[in-house]
Every structure is written in structure tokens, then in C-alpha cells.
């Protein structure tokens, strides 16, 4: 714009100029021509005509036309000048016009110019905002970047997508913890000699990143620092390579045990049926014949647990584990399919080792003991030694085996095992042993007064004897606590008649003694417990233990309270008699035991 008036200006300069020499043009030619016209037409006149009359009336007619000669050529001239002033006035005009025109578009561009300077001030203030606020990012994301519990590397490199020649321009403090290098050790070193363990298939993956940008991951775990991570490597630039590590130390501890429980029993840590049933189909093929398989289970858990309740139980279960692991050879798998049952695959195994080590087993088996009853476990085993051979019929041989054993061996272990509960409970309470002692000879009395047959009386007393079994599954605090019981000490009191009779119910010829013992607390009204029995719904044997051992509470010493009179105790047996107890059995028990002893004595 600035140019083009520039232009203007000096083609004006030059439009003033042909005005000038115009107007001296004129000047000049009515200069010439009045002194050519004078000079010459005189001469000539006054050489041609003599007269001077006549040379007045020539000169007079000579300055007329002189005058409208030179009027005309004037006319013409100036004519012709004006004709040029007004074409430059048009051109002038339209030039000032065009200057008007360029003049306000000036004006235009000139405020547009004022409005682009705000605009730009306004953009640069942002601009420096938006610097500060960048600033301060920056800062805030360097704060983040170290504090961040992911670790962050940045190396750096010469063009080419070599890894070794990548050197470490910068790191975060949880690299440092979770890879264990420090970063003024590791800062401005190559790659090659910070991390000389890497996996080749892992150095592939970040030579890919380098090469096509594309982000990559793998997991990796630190030996140094004992931490799972996972490694997450990018490309941000051109000869860069970020390496982000997060660590997955507790989820991988978690995959593993969510793993380990998938294939182990929680309880012994021996495998479970999940891994033996996928083993089993592993191991089934010519190189591992033969193929031992062993079964195992352990006799008299249901009473130990019912006995001493399921914690006692559990630590009998892993103490057979234990035995069972010494027992066979590391390379055997040992499995619990659940509950007391175990099952053994022994590969290239043969009848004579399978039996040497159940013979070593057993052996220390006798050795060992949970609250002083001694392990038992039932053992059977099979063999295969041809493809042909199903595997599950030799499982079947194994299990049929194991039960035979089982049959033989249980029943006895059983019934050992009822008199080593007794002494269990004996030990936990002493007076419980001299109390069973007394009961089971009032029983044996109140037979003999019943005139019971010999065997009966011998049931009765040995009931007598076990009527209270159930209270080794009592806490200790309980039986021997000082002062009365409170109701939830007395609820769980409550429940020896239950306990007992599933500790008896186990041993096939103790199974009808144990209904006498879970009835020895019903109440002839109907109000005793477990079962709320009435009258002669409770069984004979029962009803004489309730006597007998209502009686001999009364007069034994207490841990809460002295023993009382036998005379106190008969006001008490006959108060009951007919509520609590069978009237006729008070009435013998008394006349028969109780006085008979007294005038025995």
C-alpha cells in the first residue's frame, strides 16, 4: 500500500511538468511569431508600397489580422492546454479518488493491523501463560515421574536401531528400587552394560520397538531384589527408548498361589485329585511301567475329630502327610484326594519296593502320635504293567485292597483308640476318672439289684464307665473352671451326650452302648436333653446311669463347691423321683445300692 502511494506521489510530480513547458511554449511562439510578423511585415511593406497613406491603411489592416491571427493560434494553444489541464484535472481526479479508495483501505488495513496487535498481545499473553502453566507442569510431571511408584529409564542413542550404543540419560527412583541400580551408577552407561541378563527372545521385542515404534511388554523377575515386574518399552522419539516398569510382585504371588492351590491340598501341601487325575494320564505309557499306584487312608479320623474336635483331627491328617512324604521316594507323587484318603503314583516300581516301603512306613507309623493316639492308616496297593491293562481297574484292585486292610486293622485300632480318649480326658480331669470309676460301679450295683444277666451287667458297667466320654471334646477352662457356669459354658457342657455317642457309634461293638450314652441325661418328665425322651422311651441302661451318676455328683467334691451328705443326696434323688428320674429305679437305688452299701460297709 505504502509503494503504490509512493507511485502516485511521483506521477503527479511528473504531470506537473508538461504544464510548465506548455505555458512556455506559448510564450514562445507569440514571441516568435509577434517579432517575425512585425519585423518582416514592416519591411516588406515599406519596401513594396511607397505611399504612405497606403502604407497606413496596410499597417492598419496588417495589426488586425496580426491581432486575430495571433488570436486564433492563441485560441488553439491555450485550447489545446486547457484541453491537457482538464484531462490531467480527470486523471488527477480519479488518482485522488483511487488515493481516497487507498486511503480508506489503509485505514482498513491499518485497523486491521491494530486489531492483529491486540490479538497478538492477547496470544502472547496466553502464550506466556500457557509457558508458566507449562512450567509448572513440568515441574509437577518431574515431581510425579519420581515420586511415581512406576519405574521410568530413558536412553538415548546414535541413528541405527543398535540397543548396545543406547546409553541411560535418565531414571526415577523406583527403577532404582525395583531393579536395584542406583542411578549415579548407571546414568550415561550403554545399555550392554547395565542389563547383561536380558532374554534374547526379550532383546528381539525392544529391538522391534526401536525399529518399527511399535510398544512392547514382557514380565521379568529381579533376582537381586526379589521383585516380579513387568517391563512396558516404548519409542517416544527417533534414537529413544523408554523403559516403564511396573511392579507385579504381589499379583504374581497371587497368580502363583491362585496356581499352587489349584494343584495342592491347603491343609498337608501334598498334591490334590485335580493334579493326580492329570498325572495319572501322563504317567499312564510304556516308559513308566510299572506303574505303582497306592492308596492310603487313615483309620479312626471321624473319631478323633468327633473326640478332640477337627484341629486335633487336621493335625493328625498332616502328620500321616508327613510320614507319608519320608516314606516314598521324592520322585513318587503323593496325593490327597480329600478327607483321611491319600493315593501314590510310583513310576517304575515294583510289588517288592512298593512293600519295603509300606513295611518302613508302618514301621514309623507306630512311633507316632496326636494327642497320644498313635497313627493308623490302612494301605493297598496295584500294579500295571502292560498297555493293555485299564488303569482304572487297577485303581479299582488298589482301593478294594485298601479296604480289606482296612477291615482287619480298623476295628481294633478303634477300640484301643476309645480307652486312650479316656485316658486323654482322666488326664484333662482327674476327678472325671475317679467319678467314672464310682458311676460305673453304682451301675454294676444296680444291675445286680435288678438281677440283671452277667453280660448286661457288664455292658452296664462298662457303660457306666464311658458315660461321660463326650467331655473330651470339652475345653479344659470348662470342666475344671471354680464357680458355676455361665450359660455358654453350660451349653457346650450340654454337648457331651452327642459327642460321646458319636465317639462310640464308630466302633461297631460299642454302638449300642453309645445310645445309652446319649440318653443319659433325658429326663423322666420329658424335659432333659438331647432328644427330650420321656418315661420309657429312654432306655433301661440310661435311666440307671442318670441315677447313679446324679448321685455321685452330689457327694464328690466340686471345683465350685464341697461334696454334700449322702443324706442331702437321697432328699434330692427322691425330690426327683417321678420328674427327673424313674420313680421305681430311685426307690431301688436307694434301698438296694445306696443302704446296702452303707450296711456292707
Request: contains cysteine; aromatic residues 10%; charged residues 30%.
Amino acid at each position: 500500500m505504502i509503494k503504490w502511494l509512493k507511485a502516485k506521489k511521483d506521477d503527479l510530480k511528473l504531470k506537473k511538468d508538461p504544464f510548465k513547458q506548455e505555458g512556455i511554449k506559448i510564450c514562445i511562439v507569440y514571441f516568435l511569431f509577434g517579432f517575425v510578423w512585425v519585423y518582416f511585415s514592416d519591411r516588406i511593406v515599406n519596401r513594396l508600397v511607397y505611399d504612405p497613406s497606403a502604407r497606413m491603411v496596410i499597417h492598419t489592416y496588417k495589426g488586425i489580422m496580426y491581432v486575430m491571427f495571433t488570436a486564433l493560434v492563441l485560441y488553439y494553444l491555450i485550447s489545446n492546454l486547457l484541453r491537457k489541464v482538464e484531462l490531467a484535472e480527470r486523471r488527477l481526479g480519479r488518482s485522488y479518488d483511487d488515493l481516497s479508495a487507498a486511503n480508506e483501505e489503509l485505514k482498513e488495513y491499518v485497523e486491521q493491523l491494530t486489531a492483529s496487535e491486540k490479538e497478538l498481545r492477547i496470544q502472547y499473553r496466553k502464550i506466556m501463560e500457557y509457558d508458566q502453566r507449562l512450567s509448572l507442569s513440568e515441574e509437577k510431571y518431574k515431581d510425579i515421574i519420581s515420586q511415581m511408584q512406576l519405574g521410568m529409564a530413558l536412553y538415548e542413542g546414535a541413528s541405527g536401531n543398535d540397543i548396545f550404543k543406547y546409553r541411560l540419560v535418565d531414571s526415577n527412583y523406583s527403577y532404582e528400587a525395583l531393579t536395584g541400580l542406583q542411578k549415579g551408577d548407571i546414568l550415561g552407561k550403554y545399555f550392554s552394560e547395565i542389563h547383561k541378563d536380558v532374554e534374547p527372545e526379550n532383546l528381539d521385542k525392544l529391538i522391534r520397538t526401536i525399529e518399527t515404534g511399535e510398544s512392547t511388554r514382557y514380565e521379568r523377575f529381579q533376582k537381586n531384589t526379589n521383585y516380579y515386574y513387568e517391563i512396558l518399552a516404548s519409542r517416544p522419539k527417533e534414537s529413544q527408548l523408554a523403559i516403564i516398569i511396573n511392579d507385579i510382585t504381589q499379583s504374581k504371588q497371587a497368580e502363583e498361589r491362585l496356581y499352587y492351590l489349584s494343584y495342592h491340598d491347603q491343609l498337608t501341601g501334598l498334591y490334590n485329585r485335580r493334579f493326580f487325575e492329570e498325572q495319572l494320564k501322563r504317567l499312564n505309557s510304556n516308559s513308566y511301567y510299572p506303574l505303582m499306584i497306592t492308596m492310603a487312608d487313615i483309620n479312626g479320623l471321624k473319631l478323633m475329630n468327633d473326640s478332640f474336635g477337627h484341629t486335633v483331627g487336621d493335625k493328625y491328617i498332616q502328620k500321616v502327610a508327613e510320614v507319608l512324604k519320608e516314606g516314598f521316594k521324592e520322585q513318587d507323587i503323593i496325593c490327597r484326594l480329600g478327607g483321611d484318603e491319600f493315593i501314590i503314583i510310583s513310576p517304575n516300581t515294583d510289588v517288592k519296593e512298593i512293600k519295603e516301603m509300606i513295611g518302613r512306613i508302618n514301621e514309623r507309623i507306630k512311633h507316632e502320635a496326636i494327642n497320644k493316639i498313635t497313627l493308623s492308616v490302612s494301605f493297598g496297593y496295584s500294579v500295571k504293567y502292560r498297555d493293555e491293562e485299564s488303569i482304572l481297574e487297577v485303581l479299582k484292585k488298589a482301593e478294594d485292597y485298601m479296604y480289606k486292610k482296612k477291615l482287619l486293622e480298623s476295628g481294633g485300632m478303634r477300640g484301643k483308640t476309645i480307652y486312650t480318649i479316656m485316658a486323654a480326658l482322666h488326664e484333662k480331669n482327674p476327678r472325671e476318672e475317679q467319678h467314672s470309676h464310682r458311676v460305673s460301679e453304682l451301675c454294676e450295683k444296680m444291675g445286680t439289684a435288678l438281677g440283671m444277666q452277667e453280660d448286661e451287667i457288664k455292658e452296664l458297667k462298662t457303660v457306666g464307665l464311658l458315660h461321660d466320654i463326650g467331655k473330651v471334646a470339652i475345653e479344659e477352662r470348662i470342666l475344671n473352671k471354680n464357680g458355676k457356669l455361665v450359660e455358654k459354658e453350660w451349653q457346650e457342657i450340654k454337648k457331651h451326650p452327642e459327642i460321646g455317642y458319636r465317639i462310640l457309634s464308630t466302633v461297631n461293638e460299642l454302638s449300642e452302648m453309645a445310645d445309652y450314652v446319649l440318653a443319659h441325661h433325658e429326663r423322666w418328665d420329658g424335659n432333659g436333653y438331647p432328644k427330650g425322651l420321656k418315661e420309657n422311651e429312654i432306655p433301661v441302661q440310661s435311666r440307671i446311669i442318670a441315677i447313679a451318676d446324679a448321685y455321685d455328683a452330689m457327694i464328690s467334691e466340686r471345683s465350685y463347691r464341697q461334696a454334700l451328705t449322702k443324706e442331702y443326696a437321697i432328699s434330692e434323688l427322691v425330690k426327683g423321683a417321678g420328674t427327673q428320674f424313674c420313680r421305681e429305679y430311685v426307690s431301688i437305688f436307694i434301698d438296694k445300692v445306696v443302704y446296702d452299701v452303707e450296711v456292707s460297709v
